[in-house]
């Protein structure tokens, strides 16, 4: 025989579980990373004491001005992400909730995901040199380009990469330099026709180039809205598909400021 009870003590008793439940959920780990703005690098210049580009087999032209890469830092694998932490991350502006699959997509090991990031920047680098010799017309003049950046892997850097040579090379056809001076930063993938590709983690990417003191950052088109989300006050969003649509915005800026895409 069951007797019945009343509401306040089924709530009383339901309440129990729920709470302990809620404790639980509280301090559970959960498939996150939190992600907040990273380093940036010129790389026109130096980093760590290595100069980032070298070039071999052609005339380098002295640069001024500065080609910013941007990057996010994350949680490690190995980090607890629970509920409050979530929920601190959720209402910063500074900081970004992500899946953790989507920082780390290669293994849990944190030598697996070094390994991956690894082989992801080295395809970046041949594919971002292929497309500057490409877009300059020089893949058979026999220039040997070398990228060093360390600490930094995955393939977000490409298109920086590519603007650095070309920058290097051949500036912006006309005598000047690229970025016409300024401090320029920017993400995106590159591929070896030139192609840009989304990369993810734009808003804290464009909070780390403001940081750094860029004025302009090069977006790819397709995460133009990302972008627009949290942008910080004074840096210009020029969304670009292809090396050339960045190449051509950046000698907009400094010739025909009034023709500059905008996200």
């Known amino acids: 025989m069951f007797s019945r009870l009343s509401r306040p003590q089924a709530l009383a008793v339901l309440g129990a579980p729920v709470v302990a439940l809620l404790a639980i959920a509280a301090f559970a780990p959960l498939p996150f990373s939190i992600a907040q703005p990273g380093l940036t690098a010129d790389v026109l210049g130096e980093n760590k004491g ?4 070298t070039i071999d087999g052609a005339p380098v032209r002295r640069t001024s001005g500065q080609l910013r890469m941007t990057t996010i830092e994350a949680t490690s694998p190995d980090t607890r992400v629970g509920l409050p932490d979530v929920i601190d991350s959720w209402f910063s502006t500074d900081q970004a909730v992500m899946p953790r699959d989507s920082v780390y997509p290669s293994g849990d090991s944190v030598k ?3 390994q991956y990031n690894r082989e992801q920047m080295e395809e970046s680098q041949d594919e971002a040199t292929r497309a500057a010799l490409d877009y300059l017309n020089r893949e058979d003049d026999g220039i040997e380009v070398g990228l060093e950046l360390a600490d930094v892997g995955g393939p977000s850097a490409g298109l920086l990469f590519s603007l650095g040579i070309v920058d290097k090379l051949n500036g912006d056809g006309s005598g000047g330099d ?4 300024r401090i320029v930063a920017g993400t995106g993938t590159i591929d070896a026709d030139g192609t840009v590709g989304a990369v ?4 804290l990417k464009t ?5 750094d003191g860029a004025t302009v950052f090069l977006v790819p088109k397709a995460e133009c809205s990302d972008a627009r989300a949290e942008l910080p006050e004074g840096l210009r969003l020029v969304p670009v598909t292809t090396l050339k649509s960045a190449v051509d915005a950046l000698i907009a800026l400094e010739k025909d400021p009034g023709n500059v895409p905008a996200c």
């Open 207 to 211: 909070q780390a180039a403001r940081r």
């Open 178 to 181: 690229l970025t016409g001076g």
């Open 200 to 203: 993810g983690g734009v808003p």
């Open 112 to 114: 697996e995901i070094e």
């Open 50 to 53: 290595t100069q980032v580009i």
